[in-house]
């Protein structure tokens, strides 16, 4: 069971960039696929980024693909999304999520593909 924890959300004007952090309880955090996912006011949770265990497999959301960047360090047990160029429209809590995964190419892009959620961060983009 690993238990993840984010951090780096905030306010950051148009234009401006954000690191977030998910630091994982653990072990065996080397063998999770990770993602990002968001969810803002009145709006379903939605895929973000992915990346599988071994980091050679990424997927992005076609709205941050080019401005965001996902990565991870299984030394250090957290994974990391890398915002630049940040819009209003990225405005939402964002959560990491963690699923045990057997394949080093694993790097689900579905919420219900997750079994293990991080509590959220905030993130405001203000125009």
């Known amino acids: 069971q690993v238990q993840l924890v984010e951090s780096g959300g905030g306010l950051v004007q148009a234009g401006g960039s954000l690191r977030l952090s998910c630091a994982a309880s653990g072990r065996t955090f080397s063998s999770y696929a990770m993602g990002w996912f968001r969810q803002a006011p009145g709006k379903e949770r939605e895929f973000v980024a992915a990346?599988?265990?071994?980091?050679?497999?990424?997927y992005y959301a076609d709205s941050v693909k080019g401005r965001f960047t996902i990565s991870r360090d299984n030394a250090k047990n957290t994974v990391y999304l890398q915002m630049n160029s940040l819009k209003p429209e990225d405005t939402a809590v964002y959560y990491c999520?963690?699923?045990?995964?057997?394949?080093?190419?694993?790097?689900?892009?579905?919420?219900?593909?997750?079994?293990?959620w991080g509590q959220g961060t905030q993130v405001t983009v203000s125009s």
């Open positions: 999520a963690g699923v045990l995964s057997y394949s080093s190419t694993y790097s689900p892009r579905r919420s219900y593909e997750y079994d293990y």
């Open positions: 990346i599988s265990w071994g980091g050679g497999r990424i």
